[in-house]
C-alpha cells in the first residue's frame, strides 16, 4: 500500500492504508481470482498471477494501440 502512495506522490494515513487493505483483499482480489485472472490463497494471503486470457490479451492489445504503447 504505502509503495502505490509514494509513487503517487502521497503520504497516506494509517486509516488510509487499513481502508485500502481491507478493499484489496476483501473485495478487489477475489474479483480478480473470480474472472480467472489471479490465484489467491485467502489462508496465505499468496497472490500468483494466471496466463492473461485472450480476450484480455485482446484487449490490452487495444488500449495498447490506441494510446501508442508498443513496448512489448
Known sequence: ME???KY???E???EEVGRIRVDL???QLPKLA????I???TRTNEICLE???EAVERILDLTRDL???DDR
Do not use: K, N, W
Request: hydrophobic letters at 30%; proline letters at 12%.
Open 3 to 5: 509503495s502505490i502512495a
Open 8 to 10: 503517487e506522490g502521497v
Open 12 to 14: 497516506p494515513s494509517d
Open 25 to 27: 483483499y476483501h473485495r
Open 34 to 37: 473470480d474472472h480467472g485472472l
Open 39 to 41: 490465484s489467491f490463497d
Open 51 to 53: 496466463p492473461v486470457p
Open 67 to 69: 494510446e501508442g504503447l
